[in-house]
């Protein structure tokens, strides 16, 4: 099962991004799996257990911090993934954030300054609901977003978006080396699908609160926010901070994937309880003549 589950996950995993080429992966592949609604349901929450068990040693074990970056187009579920594959860890070892245009405080600070605030610290897990890559993404499409950054006027040059790059790859690299390890997740959904979901929103009342026609009006630019993801994952994908392309046509098949490549990731770590020195012992000793056992 570990072979198999190594196997599905080499499928997307990009650890260099020379060869990189979206065209590649599929939006619809399961990676020849396929599996009933109940079947990938209790997969998943074994999936869930798991990661649980992990999180709680990294928790305890207080040395590692793991930070979990979802990237997508609108409605490739990003949510749901965020919501189900978390589903069974404790709140006091996890925290999202999700990020929105930034606020008028946070554009008078360079553009890594709100992600850093929002760290995960030793012993959790972060998750990153859209990340630092915004700022080669969207303000990529949308250059109007680039000159309402207060930047100087002679550092917007043509390079800004290669030394941006830079600077982010420089950064994961450095929160490898504080004990972060970095996982990125795109999730990679076709047009059609999300046609479909954006229609759903339409039709289904309780989806209404999700639908903005902005997402309808930003499908324009999917060529181009495919080639911005593109040269992100090219400049930035490493062994020590690698990007999941993960298909996202099929959000069963999604959150197993996400599943598997955080509890991988945790697996490697080795982690384990602290282990406890015979003074604690003695005290347990102790506490339990006192209390009468």
Same mark, same amino acid.
């Given at each position: 099962?570990?072979?198999?589950?190594?196997?599905?996950?080499?499928?997307?995993?990009?650890?260099?991004?020379?060869?990189?080429?979206?065209?590649?992966?599929?939006?619809?592949?399961?990676?020849?799996?396929?599996?009933?609604?109940?079947?990938?349901?209790?997969?998943?929450?074994?999936?869930?257990?798991?990661?649980?068990?992990?999180?709680?040693?990294?928790?305890?074990?207080?040395?590692?911090?793991?930070?979990?970056?979802?990237?997508?187009?609108?409605?490739?579920?990003?949510?749901?993934?965020?919501?189900?594959?978390?589903?069974?860890?404790?709140?006091?070892?996890?925290?999202?954030?999700?990020?929105?245009?930034?606020?008028?405080?946070?554009?008078?600070?360079?553009?890594?300054?709100?992600?850093?605030?929002?760290?995960?610290?030793?012993?959790?897990?972060?998750?990153?609901?859209?990340?630092?890559?915004?700022?080669?993404?969207?303000?990529?499409?949308?250059?109007?977003?680039?000159?309402?950054?207060?930047?100087?006027?002679?550092?917007?040059?043509?390079?800004?978006?290669?030394?941006?790059?830079?600077?982010?790859?420089?950064?994961?690299?450095?929160?490898?080396?504080?004990?972060?390890?970095?996982?990125?997740?795109?999730?990679?959904?076709?047009?059609?699908?999300?046609?479909?979901?954006?229609?759903?929103?339409?039709?289904?009342?309780?989806?209404?609160?999700?639908?903005?026609?902005?997402?309808?009006?930003?499908?324009?630019?999917?060529?181009?926010?495919?080639?911005?993801?593109? +040269? %992100? !994952?090219?400049?930035?994908?490493?062994?020590? =901070?690698?990007? #999941?392309? $993960?298909?996202? *046509?099929?959000?069963?098949?999604?959150?197993?994937?996400?599943? +598997? %490549? !955080?509890?991988?990731?945790?697996?490697?770590? =080795?982690?384990? #309880?602290? $282990?406890?020195? *015979?003074?604690?012992?003695?005290?347990?000793?102790?506490?339990?003549?006192?209390?009468?056992?």
């Amino acid at each position: 099962m570990e072979r198999l589950i190594e196997s599905v996950l080499s499928r997307f995993r990009v650890e260099d991004g020379k060869a990189f080429h979206l065209k590649d992966h599929r939006p619809d592949d399961t990676a020849g799996l396929e599996m009933k609604k109940k079947e990938a349901a209790e997969q998943l929450q074994r999936g869930v257990d798991y990661l649980a068990t992990q999180q709680d040693m990294l928790y305890a074990q207080d040395r590692w911090a793991v930070l979990c970056i979802f990237q997508a187009m609108d409605a490739a579920g990003k949510d749901g993934a965020i919501k189900h594959v978390f589903s069974g860890v404790n709140p006091q070892g996890c925290h999202v954030t999700s990020f929105k245009a930034p606020s008028a405080n946070e554009l008078d600070h360079d553009f890594l300054w709100r992600h850093v605030t929002a760290m995960p610290s030793r012993g959790t897990i972060g998750i990153h609901n859209r990340s630092w890559y915004e700022e080669v993404l969207v303000a990529r499409v949308h250059p109007a977003i680039v000159e309402s950054q207060k930047l100087p006027p002679k550092l917007l040059t043509k390079r800004i978006w290669d030394e941006r790059l830079e600077d982010i790859a420089a950064f994961e690299r450095y929160l490898g080396r504080q004990g972060v390890v970095v996982l990125k997740f795109f999730l990679h959904v076709s047009p059609e699908e999300q046609r479909e979901r954006f229609l759903k929103r339409v039709a289904e009342p309780e989806k209404h609160w999700k639908f903005s026609a902005n997402d309808v009006s930003e499908r324009k630019h999917w060529d181009a926010y495919h080639a911005a993801y593109e +040269a %992100a !994952i090219r400049a930035t994908a490493t062994p020590d =901070a690698p990007w #999941y392309v $993960v298909p996202a *046509d099929r959000k069963w098949f999604t959150r197993l994937v996400v599943a +598997a %490549a !955080i509890a991988k990731a945790l697996e490697d770590l =080795a982690l384990h #309880y602290p $282990v406890v020195t *015979d003074a604690q012992r003695r005290a347990l000793v102790q506490a339990r003549e006192d209390l009468g056992a």
